[in-house]
């Protein structure tokens, strides 16, 4: 009877470990970075009946473009039940315990006779830092991952349907992960062409299944650019222009490579290098062979269709770097599409590796559990700290520092008819409620070039805040809080009464108490 059961009572533990660790990291609540007070923010405007609006920029109140509305109508809806922020974190642990299960039943089948490094696989899954930061963050990457990969679990290995509602049902999971993220789109793309490089189906029924899979996006997106341009904005907020990929690019892709190794960044450079060169050897000799071996059945199409997206993911990556945004960190948020499509390659890499030894399987079996036990230990290790120092101070603009800053306390003490104006005015939101404007930027980090519009920015900007109360907010660690910026915003305010806190620097055009 219990070995009837362990397979179950394996994994029920294993995903309850990860439920418990993402409860401890999100104790504060879901962490918060200035995207996700775009989302926050939106979705509060959503509620009160403004509509999908940002109520900071400059100016404020403008449409939402520059995300794709999902998340932003899911967390207004939530709000609107009557919930709050903190237990949004609950959304979060169901999408991640929805991926654990596509990822338990995809290595079953692909792998059932090898339980041990299935286990540990899946252990490691629950308990990596990449995992946990995904699934304990206030982004959309946890949305557009669950959405994906569910749509290639229903087009490779759920076979219970038959192929054209699975292509339908596929469809409607990549729609909502492009109108998660644009950069679901992907994900559409890679199934599109894992439909047509099947060999055995013929070119009318790849035509027929291509539409049928891609509708589903073109209505929802497509209608939601539309949305976009009809408001008068650009339909993604990003400008077409060519900046090239920096060194700075190659090397925030190196390094978080390694991390995902667990390697520290004080490692050896050509230890880093020849990690990163290892992987992408694994990559590309994963599709070559799973190339040999392509087709839509459970054995062979997950992969192969989780390799495709990972060259189409990093096409779209390396395109949007060099013409829509240059200024995309190739960090672990942005790469996670390609952390969680490499998982799934790990099951077909025992598959092969027990298949082309010439070990003996039992050995072979002790040698790989033996180092994703070691694997398993480090990355354990590594992510439990990170856990515990989240739970007693929290993530981002969740920490404890923001809710206890003697600058958040003053600012939300001010008078009611204040006007604010900073240089990151997505915190200042959040802490206050109160409409804020950006400054203008000198420099355009994502078009990687100078604004030319600057001085008339701030010339409009002085002309329509002319005879108001101005409080000036300069958050001196990032840019445009440096010590001569803020000498030149007070001279155009007039805003010459000062107080200083750590790392920032408030000043407005009236007394101060």
């Not at 939402?64 to 939530?78: D, G, I, M, R, Y």
């Not at 090239?244 to 390094?255: M, S, T, Y």
Request: some cysteine; proline content about 5%; overall charge positive.
């Amino acid at each position: 009877m219990f070995k009837q059961y362990s397979d179950s009572l394996v994994s029920i533990t294993t995903l309850l470990v990860g439920i418990f660790l993402l409860l401890i990291t999100s104790k504060q609540g879901l962490g918060l970075t200035p995207d996700s007070i775009a989302y926050f923010a939106s979705a509060h405007q959503m509620s009160s009946d403004q509509g999908l609006t940002i109520p900071y920029g400059n100016p404020p109140g403008m449409p939402l473009t520059q995300f794709p509305p999902l998340l932003s109508l899911v967390l207004a809806t939530w709000l609107n039940l009557g919930f709050d922020l903190i237990t949004f974190r609950w959304i979060y642990i169901i999408l991640f315990i929805i991926l654990f299960v596509i990822f338990d039943q995809a290595a079953k089948k692909i792998i059932p006779q090898y339980k041990w490094e299935r286990r540990l696989l899946l252990i490691f899954f629950a308990v990596s830092h990449p995992t946990l930061l995904i699934f304990s963050m206030l982004w959309s990457e946890a949305w557009m991952i669950v959405f994906g990969i569910g749509g290639f679990w229903m087009l490779t290995i759920n076979r219970k349907i038959p192929i054209r509602p699975a292509v339908l049902t596929a469809g409607i999971c990549f729609a909502l992960a492009s109108l998660t993220r644009y950069a679901g789109l992907p994900f559409l793309g890679a199934a599109i062409l894992f439909l047509w490089l099947e060999a055995k189906t013929l070119w009318k029924q790849k035509l027929i299944h291509s539409i049928l899979i891609s509708t589903p996006t073109l209505i929802a997106l497509g209608g939601w650019l539309i949305r976009n341009i009809n408001l008068g904005t650009q339909a993604t907020n990003r400008n077409f222009s060519f900046h090239p990929i920096r060194f700075q690019h190659l090397n925030e892709l190196v390094g978080t490579i390694n991390s995902w190794f667990m390697l520290p960044l004080q490692s050896l450079v050509w230890v880093r290098i020849l990690i990163f060169l290892l992987a992408i050897t694994v990559l590309s000799g994963s599709l070559v062979y799973l190339w040999k071996n392509r087709s839509l059945s459970p054995e062979n199409g997950f992969g192969f269709l989780s390799v495709l997206f990972i060259f189409v993911y990093s096409a779209f990556i390396v395109f949007s770097l060099s013409f829509l945004d240059a200024n995309i960190p190739l960090d672990t948020r942005i790469l996670s599409p390609v952390f969680f499509s490499g998982f799934i390659l790990l099951f077909y890499a025992i598959q092969i590796l027990h298949a082309q030894t010439t070990i003996k399987p039992e050995k072979m079996q002790i040698y790989l559990s033996g180092s994703l036990l070691l694997v398993v230990i480090i990355a354990f290790f590594v992510s439990v700290p990170q856990c515990v120092t989240a739970y007693h101070n929290g993530i981002g603009f969740a920490s404890k520092r923001w809710e206890t800053s003697p600058a958040i306390s003053f600012l939300q003490n001010l008078p009611s008819q204040s006007v604010l104006i900073s240089n990151a005015p997505e915190p200042v939101y959040f802490k206050t409620g109160k409409p804020t404007y950006s400054f203008p930027k000198l420099y355009l980090a994502m078009e990687d070039q100078v604004n030319s519009q600057f001085t008339t920015q701030i010339a409009t900007l002085k002309n329509t805040l002319q005879d108001q109360n101005l409080v000036l907010i300069f958050f001196t660690s990032i840019p445009g809080g440096e010590e001569e910026k803020i000498l030149y915003y007070r001279q155009q305010f007039d805003a010459n009464n000062c107080q200083t806190f750590t790392e920032t620097s408030i000043c407005t055009n009236f007394s101060l108490k």
